[in-house]
């Protein structure tokens, strides 16, 4: 499967540290961020059971202790969808500014038209659905105006982590919309 090389966007974005804490409890310091994109442009996105209004979001993988983040792309579209890529284009790498070191690796890859089936049942998707490019944006928004209110399986407010996963949809957006 060939890797596009062009250079990542390099950005800085906050976070809260609560949030930080809680995503880095396991050793992790990185995520990879899966934009997997079908044949008819859409992108699958992914909501897990406890998501308030099962909001969807980017597809989003921890990255292991001394795992590179092109190995952890690979192993996470498999357990979190069963699809293989058919291209592979780094697009991003955010760095945020939280208590503890932290950051997620933006990918951009092609996929065949078919839908993901979830092979590890404990990453506990409800449902997958797809957005145009375009309509990132739109939930980048939408994360953002999540409710102040804690929950548990996140480990801080359903606010502060819809403006952390604000940012991957965000860049997504604003490449797609700069590509030819």
């Known amino acids: 499967m060939?890797?596009?090389?062009?250079?990542?966007?390099?950005?800085?974005a906050p976070m809260d540290d609560a949030g930080a804490r809680h995503i880095t409890r396991d050793g992790r310091s990185g995520e990879v961020c899966m934009v997997l994109q079908?044949?008819?442009g859409r992108i699958w996105c992914a909501a897990k059971t406890y998501y308030p209004g099962h909001i969807s979001r980017l597809?989003?993988?921890?990255?292991?202790?001394h795992e590179d983040p092109a190995q952890a792309l690979l192993r996470e579209v498999a357990e979190e969808t069963s699809l293989t890529?058919?291209?592979?284009?780094?697009?991003?790498?955010?760095?945020?500014?939280a208590g503890v070191p932290f950051a997620t690796y933006i990918y951009i890859c092609t996929v065949a038209d078919t839908h993901p089936v979830v092979i590890d049942e404990s990453e506990r998707i409800h449902h997958f659905d797809a957005l145009l490019p375009a309509e990132c944006a739109a939930r980048a928004a939408q994360l953002r105006g999540l409710p102040d209110v804690f929950h548990p399986d996140i480990g801080t407010t359903w606010h502060a982590w819809?403006?952390?996963?604000?940012?991957?949809?965000?860049?997504?957006?604003d490449w797609f919309a700069t590509q030819p």
């Open 59 to 65: 597809l989003t993988g921890g990255i292991h202790p």
């Open 2 to 12: 060939p890797f596009d090389h062009q250079p990542y966007i390099v950005t800085r």
């Open 85 to 97: 890529p058919l291209t592979i284009t780094p697009c991003a790498h955010i760095s945020y500014d």
């Open 38 to 40: 079908r044949p008819d």
């Open 162 to 173: 819809g403006a952390f996963r604000a940012h991957s949809h965000a860049i997504v957006a």
